[in-house]
């Protein structure tokens, strides 16, 4: 399976808009997901099939997929918003693949 | 509500076993995939393994492939992870993960730390 790849860190203000880019081979043939960890905590979904949001999370994440690339909106980023965010995507083959991970900074 | 509670982690040296557990409860364990995700300290996700609800389908990540083995017992609504041949570089957290595909893993488990080392 193909690689995801994601910057490093992402740095927002509060209230701001946070874009969280994960590149892949032709990734928008292909379903995207997106993983929020805290520190000590375990991951939690906040993104499936793209755009989807989970019952519970708020309106301020969404989702695009296009091309080679996915990418998480955090819209009005809260300092809760401060955490880990990893992309997935599955396409035909039997297994998803995870991106390498983005630090999200609220400054 | 939902409920994944691994058990089971532990130190070990290289080249033994453990065998890990994930409890299950608060939905139809035998109506899901399931799977296991490990995080290494400081790192990403990684896949381990992923079982469909029936059991006959399973997938392993090429790293331990020979060397592990996933089940389930939808009678106890429980998923194991028997970890055999263990190297340091399987050290990593490792959780339990409700879903399979497109829709996400859902709900996860705490994780549960195994430690390879001599």
């Known amino acids: 399976s193909s690689e995801l790849t994601q910057p490093p860190s992402v740095s927002v203000s509060p209230g701001q808009t946070a874009s969280i880019p994960c590149s892949g081979d032709k990734l928008g043939d292909k379903y995207a997901c997106w993983y929020q960890q805290k520190p000590g905590q375990s991951p939690v979904l906040v993104i499936y099939?793209?755009?989807k949001r989970p019952s519970g999370i708020p309106e301020r994440f969404s989702g695009s997929n296009s091309g080679n690339t996915a990418t998480l909106t955090i819209s009005g980023t809260q300092a809760m918003d401060e955490a880990d965010y990893y992309c997935?995507?599955?396409?035909?083959?039997?297994?998803?693949?995870f991106g390498t991970g983005t630090k999200v900074t609220v400054l | 509500q939902v409920q994944l509670v691994e058990s089971g982690g532990g130190v070990v040296k290289p080249g033994g076993s453990l065998r890990l557990s994930c409890a299950a409860s608060g939905f139809a364990f035998s109506d899901y995939y399931m799977t296991w995700i490990r995080q290494a300290p400081g790192k990403g996700l990684g896949w381990v393994s992923y079982?469909?609800?029936?059991?006959?389908?399973?997938y392993y990540v090429d790293s331990v492939k020979g060397r592990f083995t996933i089940s389930r017992d939808n009678a106890k609504n429980s998923l194991y992870l028997q970890m055999n041949s263990l190297r340091a570089e399987d050290t990593a957290v490792y959780y339990c993960a409700r879903g399979w595909g497109s829709s996400g893993l859902t709900y996860w488990g705490q994780g549960t730390l195994v430690t390879v080392s001599s």
């Open positions: 997935q995507a599955w396409d035909s083959s039997t297994v998803g693949v």
């Open positions: 099939q793209n755009t």
């Open positions: 079982i469909s609800p029936r059991g006959s389908t399973i």
